[in-house]
């Protein structure tokens, strides 16, 4: 039913409710949160589980044999159909809406065909949305973040501009087989047909907001910055990049993309008819799903975001970022003069647990004590493990080092086992001041928000709090991309009222785990330093070797 009049407009100003969509690789979840930014509603659908006809694994289909991974954009419409449905089935009013967000998976694409903006604009109510787009996609398998079948227009892309060190100056990034002026480019060589059909090219997050506003929404600047032909300094497609990945790329791709807070408009028709939403509910632009994950974190300047998972990730908040061929630089999707970054490590809760099997037969509460057992800086050991090749520095291996520097084969299992700890935390904190993360300053403002499984553990956190010299929180809500587009959809339509930090001042306050111990930056800082003297030995040497092997069986 649509509420309209006087009715409507108490609902509104009295049960103001904020929307936020998450599309990630294996479900479609959207979250409700009220102004107090409690969450009232949750629902989510499993592309594997409830959408089985799309035949999907992990939420993704794969060629067999090859490096290609897609998924098709109807399986994400009628997945949007399916989650709002689950909505209504609990007797939510849409009538409270005032604004809605979101994000998508990085780097995934979708190519509309010739003919589908008119399309959005006269959707008819009756009609489920997946029918109503049934022939709307010039492309009906869109690539996602997992292919890696571009690697020869990356290194196109990369020549065409001087070299990775030059594109990632340019871009945030050097050429990425995931990122999207790749994998447009594949299109364009290998499918021009499709190409030349294709009238708009999305992102996962402004396809869905496309969906929305019932029109093509333009790309965010945050989410745009993981495409490999944004110039993040000028905040304009880079015109280089552009022709290097497609023909007339700029026309498919729309409008320099824009502040991810701004407002596109109000929703589509289709959505007010058909689940009641009102007329003046407002889209804003949706981001990408790691962006969103800084918003859902609530970090402000100078915090830093970990995830301590299967893979170890960091989000950075950066005034000054230093690009480089390793790591990612992105706009940041709350401040459209700063920057954030993402780094991502494969050897994370798996190798921990590893060490922890060697040296404590498999109990946590055992590897604890063994690590307590330690001082703080291990007596100067310093150890690397590395179970799968890493991302950088790319090794596999356990490297050992004592206080002078010098290899070693073998750690007692105390020391053993804070080397790992240690060790992986020293790399965190080396990798993002190498991007420009600043643990110097700011110190009694800034913190660490921490979530994934290993957050649980107590000594962990305190020694994360000691070698970055900052407190911990840890983050209570799991879906933080999907939190993250509900804030964004409040903070859009309150912006010029308040601060983002003040309007989530009650989440920013929550779970604070420890402070840092005393004296602890004086440990750590010299460790860093020798920390990265040993990684590029290790490196430098892992090269030598490998290339000595090379040589002999020539």
Known sequence: MVLVGEKFIHSMSDKATYMGFDLSTQQMKVLVINDELKILHQASVMFDIDLPEFRTRGGANRIENSDVVTAKPLM???????????????????????????????????????GTRKKLQT????????LELSESFALQDSPIWMDSSTTEYCKKLEETVG?????????????????TGP????????????????????????????????????????????????????????????????????????????????VLGEISPYYVQRYGFNRTCKIVAFTGDNPASLVGMCLGENDIGVSLGTSDTVFLWLKSPKPGVHGNIF???????????????????????????????????HFNKLVESTPPGNSGNI?????????????????????QNESVSSFSEAVEARACIEGQFLRLRLHSELLGYETTSNGNEASIKVTGGASCNPVFLQILSDIFNRPVYRQPNANSACLGGALMAKYAVCKDKISFKEMTYSLISD????????????????????????????????HHCEADDKNSML
């Not at 499709?194 to 997050?205: A, G």
């Not at 590893?354 to 109990?363: F, K, L, M, S």
């Open 76 to 114: 994400w419409v009628k997945a949007l159909d399916m989650a709002l449905d689950r909505l209504k089935a609990t007797g939510f009013d849409f009538g409270t809406v005032r604004s809605i967000s979101g994000s998508g998976q990085q780097h995934g694409s979708v190519f509309w065909r010739h």
């Open 123 to 130: 959707l008819n109510p009756e009609n489920p949305l997946h």
């Open 163 to 179: 070299g990775p060190e030059k594109l990632a100056q340019i871009t945030g990034s050097r050429a990425y087989e995931r990122f």
């Open 183 to 262: 994998q447009i480019a594949k299109i364009a060589h290998t499918k021009s047909d499709i190409y030349q059909t294709t009238e708009r090219i999305s992102l996962v997050s402004s396809f869905v907001a496309s969906i929305l506003l019932g029109g093509y929404a333009p790309i965010d600047l945050s989410d745009g910055s993981g495409m490999n032909l944004l110039n993040i300094w000028n905040r304009e497609w880079s015109k280089e990049c552009l022709n290097s990945c497609g023909p007339d790329l700029q026309s498919k791709l729309g409008q320099n993309p824009i502040p991810s807070t701004d």
């Open 331 to 365: 706009c940041n999707p709350l401040c459209s003069t700063d920057w954030m970054s993402l780094l991502c490590f494969k050897n994370g809760s798996l190798t921990r647990e590893r060490i922890r099997d060697e040296c404590a037969n498999g109990h946590w509460d």
């Open 383 to 403: 150890g690397f493990f590395f179970d799968c090749m890493e991302i950088y520095p790319p090794l596999k291996g356990d490297f050992r080092f004592n206080a």
């Open 511 to 542: 779970e604070k785990i420890c402070d840092p111990s005393e004296n602890s930056d004086l440990i750590y800082t010299p460790m860093v330093e020798r920390y990265r003297i040993l990684e590029n030995r290790i490196s430098r040497d892992t």
